[in-house]
């Protein structure tokens, strides 16, 4: 494997290589009776980024409730602002960062309750964003409900008086939220007296039923005028861990058993798959460092199998990071592959899964470079196939990312169908006559997906459209998260 790139970036790729580590699991006191963390973020955490060493030690000890209250406001107040979850946690201490993520997840699944619940406490907003953030997750922890917990055994509770508490202490601990001490107490005190008014005021709101924003909800409605229930239903909770089996390295029949062996519930999924019935740390899954498998959705693994490769093609997968289909197309064939980012700090993540995986074949290159700018990466030389898994608003695996609603605006849409169609105007010129490109999405929103299709069609010289699955919803028939897949020829 080759990788074109600035000498420092080589250097850190070897320090990711050599930390290749799994997320650990821990466990919380201060009064929780009943906790489970969810493990596997997907491929992108499957390599730790780089992080502050702890001793030993330190490490080990998960931080108290307050602490860890703290640090999600912080996370809270962060996606506010704009930044990725999955970044935020990243900086996240490894001692905590697992108990963060299992509480910033719930409350961003939640986070439209604990804003009302605010609204309806307080007349204004705490006039202190980070005091906000920590009223809103106090909130939306206090008001989980039994339902929940029965449909997602997973969901953080706690008892009340240990997370008001907690919540407190959590205030007094910031300069920032220290002055607000008083106040956060009197609403979470409010709101255990007067609970089941406030959460029925609360629920009349549509964004809090289906924890989702209003106009998110509306452009689901309006698409799937008879699906959209079920599609936002089973978007709301969290996805399954799903593997892809190596099959460069094993066979799935061989991977059942090993699970097996170690008391693993797990079942076949597509041709491919395995799916976990309780996800796990990646680090407890027989095979993790010997490349047997990856996290990767069931939707996301179809993209392997519907490019057609064969061995010794000229492949290009145009938008590869972190690298998850690169890797699914290199247990397909042995392949001339280019993996081109525009990102090259992501690029360095598919460098570390191929390595971790042993699909680093001499024939592949990493490349940093914009897909629509073609003098600054392209030789010259066509392509046999194409991979075009193309920015997108990423609406299709909020299951795994719960931060995505909230970042998303709606304008959002028609800025990426707009980046799409530059992107894949530019491949479509690297791509041999009567060679196949495969266009892919993880969105539901059908301006991304079939209308994207009409205009490919419609534009794009000489393509004609070959059979393949479209859209692909949660919630309908199999287990997978939202994808669009179109296959189209190049007429030659
Ligand atoms: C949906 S993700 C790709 C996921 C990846 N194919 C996988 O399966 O792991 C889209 C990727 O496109 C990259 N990207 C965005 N704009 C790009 C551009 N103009 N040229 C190349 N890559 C781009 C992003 O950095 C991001 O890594």
Redesign the pocket.
Known sequence: MFLVCQPATRRRLFAIAMNNQAILPFSLTNGVYAQSIIYAWG?QSMTRPAQPTLSPQAASVTPPLSELLLATAYAVEGVGEGRSLTDILNAEPANRRAAVQSLSFYVMRQLARGHALADLLLDRGLPNSLADSLLITALSLLSVDEREVRDNPRVPVYETHTLVSQAVTAAGLDRKTAGFKGLINACLRRFEREREALLEQAYLRSNVRWGFPKWWIGRVRQAYPAQWETILASSFQPGPLTLRVNTRKTSREALLAALQEQDIAATAIGDHGVILDQPLPVAKIPGFEEGWWLVQDAG?QL?AQLLPVTDGMRVL??????????AGLLMQARLQLTA????EG?LERVAANLQRLQLNDAGVVLRA????DLKSWWDGQPFDAI?A????T?SGIVRRHPDIRWLRQEQDIVDTVA?QRR?VSALWQTLKPGGTLLYVT?SVFPQEGIEQDQWMQQTLEGAVALPSPGQLLPGQGQEHDGFFYSLLRKQG
């Open positions: 491929f996301a993209a997968d145009a938008c590869a990071a972190p690298g998850g289909k690169t081109l980012d525009i990102d992501r470079g914009n897909a629509i991979l898994d193309v920015p997108c990423a980046l992107i993880c």
